[in-house]
């Protein structure tokens, strides 16, 4: 699976971004996928998650209430839509797609639950 990542950009304080994943292949529909971001100097952190069918989403303290991630298994595709941006979501997100499975949210909220990784896309919010 490849992954590609795009709709990052400069945006002020309370604006709003929306993030695409477009992926390769014919399986899309069968893959946990993730948004996670890293910023300067700290390490990587999860964002957010979406089961194969969309039907559970997994959300960062954070984040939550501020983003959304949704999914088209059609277009093959997965979305972060970002509202409400804070200088501290300041970093590069990248999605990432997975097919590991256990009890509980360890491996949709985790780099563990991940095998595949895109580029990544900056995210700079300026104050």
């Known amino acids: 699976v490849q992954l590609q990542a795009s709709g990052g950009g400069l945006v002020q304080v309370g604006g709003s971004l929306r993030l695409s994943c477009v992926a390769s292949g014919r399986t899309f529909s069968t893959y946990i996928m993730g948004w996670f971001r890293q910023a300067p100097g700290k390490e990587r952190e999860f964002v957010a998650s979406i089961s194969a069918n969309g039907g559970t989403t997994y959300y960062a303290d954070s984040i939550k209430g501020r983003f959304a991630i949704s999914r088209d298994n059609v277009k093959n595709t997965v979305y972060l839509q970002m509202n409400s941006l804070k200088p501290e979501d300041t970093a590069v997100y990248s999605c990432?797609?997975?097919?590991?499975?256990?009890?509980?949210?360890?491996?949709?909220?985790?780099?563990?639950?991940?095998?595949?990784w895109g580029q990544g896309t900056q995210v700079t919010v300026s104050s």
């Open positions: 990432a797609a997975g097919r590991k499975y256990g009890s509980g949210s360890y491996y949709y909220t985790t780099s563990n639950g991940y095998d595949y």
